[in-house]
């Protein structure tokens, strides 16, 4: 006799595999008249019944002393939840002997039917009920598995083992309800629980739609039982204020509220912009010194920023902000080409009068070198004579070489040694408009463009100069390095640059560069508007924008500014006395609260502040004057009041912004559980219904989902490891198909979930 010593349970297992190589395929004359036998091969399932070829004796797992004698036996091949041979279920044919399990610390089952993940599977405690239920609900036409447990005393086991792999239903009735499903709260299974025995229902001629649409019927997740309540993941942005009426200029602020009303749009779409312009063109005329003594000067360039999504109208409402500046620009090329057509006409006309002096200057030359000491009278020739005709000559030519420049505003995309030549004929700044800031914000990450991220750094002072070195065209000197810049972003492509950038250690406060930085929310969806443009305020802007552009020494003193000197080479304002004191207590307030800030970014951020507000009230200031037209003396406590008001609305703003590296965590989190709701909310999605709601997912394949803001491990890590936190996820780790593996680390949805859809 053959002893086969059966200890382990893997489909690999030397002894099992040995076993069932000496195995066949069982016939009618070991099973006789036996039912159930008969019933599993009219079903299909006769491959999984063998009988032994001799007379074994098993060893009956770990119990070493209990002997299974196989003689005269049907071994059902019993299998794990990898489908894969695990166990033998030893019975005897027409008796009513126990099947005896040859390892039972092995949870298996025997399956009827293709253990696929495409079917429904149903686990029951024996073959009589599992052949019945299975013969029910195929002739329903429905796509099922039956788990039998060969022994009852193993069905907790075996369905525990199976439902981490998927859903598995058991059904009982009401009087039984507590026996069944309390062993199995908290796995992946689903209760039937009937008023009489779901088989009897069957007798009725029902239906198992008609069976669960019955009134008493209940079904019961007793996985979801086991999970606590899932908490709201309620990230929403933090809250923005808005500009008001008082915080601009009134020809200002009609401007702008006319634009944005007619284009559907928040105020600060047109207002940033609006007045980041007319900063510009102000650029280095004049200063601002805030203290009362001390040399600190400040002009009124800025950077904006207008965030919001691709349907959000940026674009538009920046081009209309912008048109004040653009007509100062179609100006200025009307006098360029004016300035060069007399330039031209004025070069014709001394070319010709060079040739005649020419002509004349060696007439006088050779009448100089012909004449003697003797010859005397008015008509004598002298060194001076020919000085006199050479300066002429010299004078021409040197009006033909100074060709007009033309005067430039604003500037687009552009290469550092082309910008700084700008810089050099112009004299007053420049304004570098994108309306996408993404490509210029990454063009300045790259490692080749260091020199020009250095340049903008400093451009952004806008009180120094700078020296730009040509490749085999020499070196520009810019007495006026100033810059200000403007443009639109979409805040997705903002996001995923503040997260690459700000959090290394590369962060030199490029993005706290940009402190008019908007990003209001979305106005509610109105039926669309016909309004008219406010000609009034347009008009009003327009001449405003050219007062500015015309603004001089004279001008500017006559409104009450500090003339240059020999130690401060542009006119200057300082704050008058009532907006002084309000502004050094601003200014201490300021600094306090920017050391109080945990995160340094918006620290760094707060206190570009303090260069802001006096430009801003600069800015507020020379409005006035140039409106009023006459002398107001130093920067008013208006228009700082205005100024300080711009900043507690930028800074929500700023806030809203940087929230994405600030609360990253729970924006993270929100993201992900955006994605899961999605999936709960289509149950006819397979793919997602099997792959995540029922059998869970891993880290690495939510990465390969590739979705926005969780592409990288720390974002997806991150994710998981708050809706933990939050009762959206569970973690467990599940072996591996294979021998010595390590376990898949995998994450479970919670079935309460569905209560939030």
């Known amino acids: 006799m053959?002893?086969?010593?059966?200890?382990?349970?893997?489909?690999?297992?030397?002894?099992?595999?040995?076993?069932?190589?000496?195995?066949?395929?069982?016939?009618?004359?070991i099973i006789a008249n036996d039912e159930i036998t008969n019933s599993l091969i009219a079903l299909g399932q006769g491959d999984k019944l063998r009988q032994f070829g001799d007379i074994f004796t098993i060893h009956n797992g770990d119990r070493r002393s209990n002997f299974i004698d196989t003689a005269g036996k049907v071994a059902f091949i019993l299998s794990d939840n990898l489908h894969q041979p695990a166990n033998l279920g030893i019975y005897t044919p027409n008796s009513d002997e126990l099947i005896e399990v040859t390892d039972p610390s092995q949870p298996s089952a025997f399956v009827i039917g293709n253990l696929g993940l495409d079917s429904v599977w149903y686990a029951v405690k024996s073959l009589a009920e599992g052949i019945e239920l299975y013969r029910q609900l195929i002739n329903q036409g429905l796509n099922i598995t039956i788990l039998v447990s060969v022994n009852p005393f193993h069905f907790n086991n075996m369905v525990r083992h199976f439902a981490e792999v998927k859903q598995v239903i058991v059904t009982t009735t009401l009087e039984q309800i507590d026996q069944l499903t309390k062993p199995l709260v908290g796995l992946n299974v689903k209760a039937i629980i009937t008023t009489f025995d779901l088989l009897l229902s069957f007798d009725n001629h029902q239906t198992l739609d008609d069976i669960l649409n019955e009134p008493d019927t209940i079904i019961k997740d007793l996985l979801a039982d086991a999970w606590a309540d899932p908490k709201p993941i309620?990230?929403?942005?933090?809250?923005?204020?808005?500009?008001?009426?008082?915080?601009?200029?009134?020809?200002?602020?009609?401007?702008?509220?006319?634009?944005?009303?007619?284009?559907?749009?928040?105020?600060?779409?047109?207002?940033?912009?609006?007045?980041?312009?007319?900063?510009?063109?102000?650029?280095?005329?004049?200063?601002i010194m805030p203290k009362r003594y001390d040399n600190w000067d400040i002009v009124p360039n800025l950077w904006g920023a207008v965030i919001g999504?691709?349907?959000?109208?940026?674009?538009?409402?920046?081009?209309?902000?912008?048109?004040?500046?653009?007509?100062?620009?179609?100006?200025?090329?009307?006098?360029?080409?004016?300035?060069?057509?007399?330039?031209?006409?004025?070069?014709?006309?001394?070319?010709?009068?060079a040739k005649i002096a020419e002509k004349e200057l060696k007439k006088l030359a050779d009448t100089l070198a012909s004449q003697t000491n003797d010859d005397d009278g008015k008509d004598k020739v002298t060194d001076d004579d020919l000085r006199q005709k050479a300066a002429f000559i010299a004078d021409s030519k040197k009006q033909d070489e100074s060709i007009p420049i033309p005067r430039r505003h604003m500037v687009g995309n552009i290469t550092m040694e082309k910008l700084g030549e700008i810089e050099n004929q112009n004299n007053n700044?420049?304004?570098?408009?994108?309306d996408e800031l993404s490509g210029f914000l990454a063009s300045l990450e790259k490692d080749s463009e260091q020199e020009q991220r250095a340049f903008y750094l400093s451009g952004f002072n806008g009180t120094g100069s700078e020296m730009v070195d040509r490749i085999g065209r020499g070196s520009l000197f810019i007495?006026?390095?100033?810059?200000?810049?403007?443009?639109?972003?979409?805040?997705?492509?903002?996001?995923?640059?503040?997260?690459?950038?700000?959090?290394?250690?590369?962060?030199?406060?490029?993005?706290?560069?940009?402190?008019?930085?908007?990003?209001?929310?979305?106005?509610?969806?109105?039926?669309?508007?016909?309004?008219?443009?406010?000609?009034?305020?347009?008009?009003?802007?327009?001449?405003?924008?050219?007062?500015?552009?015309?603004?001089?020494?004279?001008?500017?003193?006559?409104?009450?500014?500090?003339?240059?000197?020999?130690?401060?080479?542009?006119?200057?304002?300082?704050?008058?006395?009532?907006?002084?004191?309000?502004f050094m207590n601003w200014y201490d307030a300021l600094q306090a609260k920017a050391d109080d800030t945990e995160h340094e970014v918006i620290a760094q951020h707060l206190l570009k502040y303090g260069r802001l507000i006096p430009a801003?009230?600069?800015i507020f200031h020379l409005v006035d004057c140039i409106e009023i037209g006459s002398r107001l003396g130093g920067v008013s406590l208006n228009a700082l009041r205005a100024?300080?008001?711009?900043?507690?609305?930028?800074?929500?703003?700023m806030l809203r912004v940087y929230s994405c590296i600030t609360d990253n965590s729970h924006l993270k989190a929100s993201l992900l559980s955006k994605k899961i709701l999605e999936m709960l909310k289509k149950p006819s999605d397979k793919t997602d219904k099997t792959d995540w709601i029922s059998h869970?997912?891993?880290?690495?394949?939510?990465?390969?989902?590739?979705?926005?803001?969780?592409?990288?491990?720390?974002?997806?890590?991150?994710?998981?490891?708050?809706?933990?936190?939050?009762?959206?996820?569970?973690y467990k780790e599940v072996k591996t198909t294979g021998q010595g593996g390590r376990p898949t680390e995998r994450y479970w949805i919670n079935p309460k979930l569905k209560s939030f859809i």
């Open 2 to 29: 053959t002893i086969t010593d059966k200890t382990k349970p893997q489909a690999d297992d030397k002894g099992l595999t040995a076993l069932l190589g000496s195995t066949k395929q069982t016939t009618t004359e």
């Open 234 to 287: 309620n990230h929403t942005l933090p809250p923005v204020t808005s500009i008001t009426s008082n915080m601009l200029p009134e020809p200002l602020y009609n401007y702008a509220i006319n634009t944005a009303e007619r284009l559907g749009v928040p105020i600060e779409f047109v207002a940033v912009p609006l007045v980041v312009a007319l900063g510009s063109v102000i650029g280095t005329k004049v200063a």
């Open 309 to 353: 999504k691709p349907s959000s109208k940026k674009s538009p409402s920046i081009t209309e902000a912008m048109k004040p500046i653009d007509n100062l620009v179609s100006k200025a090329r009307a006098d360029y080409e004016l300035n060069k057509q007399e330039h031209e006409t004025q070069k014709l006309i001394n070319d010709s009068k």
């Open 429 to 434: 700044g420049v304004l570098q408009f994108r």
């Open 479 to 582: 007495e006026n390095h100033c810059l200000s810049v403007m443009g639109g972003i979409q805040p997705d492509k903002l996001e995923m640059y503040l997260e690459q950038t700000m959090r290394g250690l590369g962060n030199d406060g490029l993005m706290q560069r940009f402190q008019m930085m908007v990003y209001p929310d979305p106005l509610p969806r109105r039926k669309e508007k016909d309004i008219a443009v406010d000609r009034e305020s347009r008009d009003a802007v327009y001449e405003l924008f050219i007062a500015a552009d015309g603004l001089f020494e004279g001008k500017l003193a006559s409104y009450g500014a500090n003339e240059s000197n020999e130690y401060y080479k542009r006119p200057y304002f300082r704050f008058a006395d009532d907006a002084y004191k309000v």
């Open 616 to 618: 801003l009230a600069l």
């Open 643 to 653: 100024a300080i008001a711009w900043g507690d609305m930028l800074e929500t703003h």
């Open 696 to 730: 869970g997912f891993t880290a690495r394949s939510l990465k390969r989902k590739n979705w926005k803001g969780l592409t990288d491990d720390n974002a997806v890590q991150t994710a998981l490891d708050v809706l933990i936190e939050y009762d959206w996820l569970d």
